[in-house]
């Protein structure tokens, strides 16, 4: 009996995508070579351990991984958010949820709304040290009982004198456990400073230091990402020089929004690429596995899955790299881009996607039988970290709600 090949397509064989250049596929190479080498051959002992060095940020700092967003005024190598992507997509394929959310973390987030909201002196005091991996960051936004409602933050920043006083609690934060440098949203009232009484004109963001007087933290175990430094920060009485703000006071609500495109298109990235490379296990398994004397790989009812796995993957990529053309052009203020599009095609592609990595994880541990419940195969890691995605950045239930409302709803 002849064996079908059941191999994922290289994506040497994906159909050419118009927007990666010839600089991005050196660049993908340049990626995946320092995934393979640097994370992969470590990430059972992560996992194992529910940690991974402080030095993987430096390594990939040192390669320039971390600087393709930012000017080279910050010693960036970019920015150019097509070799973000490639670089986002080649770490996900690592299947190390925890490793790529606290590398995203630090410069996909904190560093993110530094370069947009702060000061030429902030950005420049702040940035060099996170993109070269020296210092770690992460974005404290959400709360107890303020996660998708963002106006409902009640952690708050009250003038004491020329600077500020913070106090409040945020939870689910990403790399916060470890984080030298933390963005802040808290509330301003209008006593303080903020423009009005309205929830969302109130937020305002600020830099606070990990090692600030009044500033604890613990770490949070979680189902997946056991790498990850995911934390609680609690801020009592807080200190900070007015030079900690970052941006306007109430102009926080608008950098968070502003920022939201990027983030789930990141996760989108990530989801279909960590979706192939679990499907890749799935079906090597497969081929190895023999049941009534023959590969399971070779039965109609895993072929047809697989096929399904397959057409869904080439779909969400499909509207992955759509929705990733017009984040492109709306950073290139591009006249004609109806904003209303760019947000409706990056919730539709954040809301397929991350249901499509769990599902490509569930089948896979289904094909693997017993084995894929057990803790010492892979699978079951891709099937844990993948469950977060249709909660963290913006729910699918939120997500619908957006989709629904950019076509009038």
């Not at 959310?101 to 702040?126: F, K, N, W």
């Not at 949203?185 to 600030?212: C, E, M, N, W, Y």
């Amino acid at each position: 009996m002849s064996t079908v090949n059941l191999t994922p397509a290289s994506r040497a064989d994906e159909p050419a995508m118009p927007l990666f250049r010839p600089e991005h596929a050196a660049l993908r190479d340049s990626a995946r070579a320092f995934v393979e080498r640097e994370i992969v051959p470590n990430v059972e002992s992560w996992e194992r351990d529910e940690s991974f060095p402080r030095e993987l940020f430096a390594s990939a700092g040192a390669a320039g991984f971390l600087g393709l967003k930012f000017d080279a005024e910050v010693e960036g190598s970019g920015p150019d958010l097509l070799a973000q992507a490639v670089w986002v997509e080649e770490l996900a394929r690592s299947l190390s949820g925890g490793v790529a959310a606290d590398l995203g973390a630090s410069t996909d987030l904190a560093a993110v709304y530094i370069d947009r909201a702060g000061t030429a002196d902030q950005r420049a005091a702040l940035l060099p040290p996170l993109l070269r991996g020296e210092r770690l960051g992460s974005l404290a936004i959400t709360e107890p009982d303020a996660g998708s409602d963002v106006a409902a933050i009640t952690t708050r920043a009250h003038r004491d004198g020329d600077g500020w006083r913070l106090d409040g609690t945020k939870v689910f934060i990403t790399g916060a456990a470890r984080a030298d440098d933390i963005v802040v949203a808290a509330k301003v009232s209008a006593d303080d400073g903020a423009p009005s009484d309205d929830p969302h004109g109130q937020i305002t963001l600020f830099h606070v230091r990990a090692d600030d007087d009044g500033v604890s933290r613990r770490r949070l175990p979680m189902l997946g990402w056991r790498t990850s430094f995911t934390g609680e920060l609690t801020f009592q009485d807080v200190r900070l020089d007015d030079d900690r703000r970052l941006g306007e006071v109430g102009s926080g609500f608008a950098h968070i929004t502003g920022a939201f495109a990027w983030e789930r298109l990141a996760m989108s990235l990530g989801a279909v690429a960590a979706a192939e490379r679990t499907l890749e296990l799935g079906i090597a398994h497969a081929r190895d596995r023999e049941a009534f004397g023959r590969p399971i790989a070779t039965f109609q009812v895993w072929r047809h899955r697989f096929a399904d796995l397959h057409t869904r993957i080439r779909t969400a990529r499909a509207l992955t790299y759509q929705a990733l053309r017009l984040v492109v052009a709306q950073a290139d203020d591009d006249p004609d881009l109806d904003a209303a599009r760019v947000v409706r095609t990056v919730g539709m592609a954040k809301l397929l996607t991350q249901r499509l990595a769990f599902d490509v994880a569930d089948e896979c541990v289904q094909v693997h039988g017993g084995a894929g419940y057990m803790m010492e195969y892979p699978i079951q890691r891709a099937w844990r970290d993948s469950r977060l995605g249709p909660i963290g950045g913006g729910t699918d239930q939120i997500m619908k709600e957006i989709i629904a409302k950019t076509y009038g709803l």
